[in-house]
């Protein structure tokens, strides 16, 4: 907390007139290009590994980047209203979901997630379940990594499936309106790296890579 505090006061000594003409531009609205769904994970901050500024991305973040399909017995209306409100209001070209190395939700789907004592996680994690099921029958998109992280990266795709079960996001795929991109961040190397499907597994986000990308957005 004290780190915290005196951080608040340090931002505020040394903010620049440019940041401050910034802030209070975004003080009118944002124009936000992608919905970024994150893990809640404190090592894992978009802004900065994406070297991007306030305003650049309107983000969902929660406990294993996970998205509850509209089927879901039980919904979990925060994430679906942030999607609602990031393709209807926001209009966001871009829908990123970005999953990482050395997930606590991960280790505790591939431990025992149906003996743990915290009921809410229990159940919240049921949504990432499909991936430690696809793991366990001998899908994995890179078998040198631990099991977590494979399930990891399988949960990824999952998730991507999960938000394209909403009906108004199909909607805006087939209209060319919207794309879904899968991503995984590995912490020790600092590295992003980008789902490619005609490879099946992911790819660093190098110069080479980046390039593909946004030929891919037109």
């Known amino acids: 907390m004290k780190k915290l505090i005196q951080g608040i006061v340090d931002f505020r000594k040394n903010l620049t007139p440019e ?19 994150a893990c809640s994970d404190s090592r894992v901050v978009p802004n900065l590994f994406a070297s991007l500024n306030p305003g650049d991305l309107f983000v969902l973040r929660n406990i294993g980047n996970l998205i509850p399909p509209v089927t879901a017995p039980h919904q979990d209306d925060s994430a679906a209203a942030a999607i609602e409100f990031a393709v209807f209001s ?8 970005c999953g990482h190395s050395e997930c606590g939700a991960m280790i505790t789907i591939t431990q025992d997630v149906e003996n743990s004592c915290c009921s809410h996680l229990k159940c919240w994690l049921q949504h990432g379940k499909g991936a430690l099921d ?3 029958q001998g899908f994995t998109l890179d078998a040198s990594l631990s099991k977590h992280n494979q ?19 199909r909607e805006r795929i087939e209209q060319k309106k919207l794309q879904v991109h899968g991503w995984w961040f590995d912490i020790a190397q600092a590295d992003v ?26």
Not at 151 to 169: A, D, R, W
Request: charged share 25%; aromatic share 10%; hydrophobic share 50%.
């Open 90 to 97: 926001l209009n966001v070209a871009n829908i990123i979901i």
């Open 151 to 169: 399930v990891s990266q399988v949960n990824v795709l999952e998730q991507m499936k999960h938000i394209m079960s909403y009906p108004f996001v």
């Open 193 to 218: 790296y980008s789902y490619e499907p005609s490879l099946n597994q992911f790819i660093l986000i190098d110069e080479k890579e980046a390039k593909l990308i946004l030929e891919r957005l037109g």
């Open 134 to 136: 696809r793991v366990d």
């Open 19 to 37: 940041s401050r003409e910034l802030f209070a531009k975004l003080a009118l609205g944002q124009k936000p290009d992608a919905l970024f769904i």
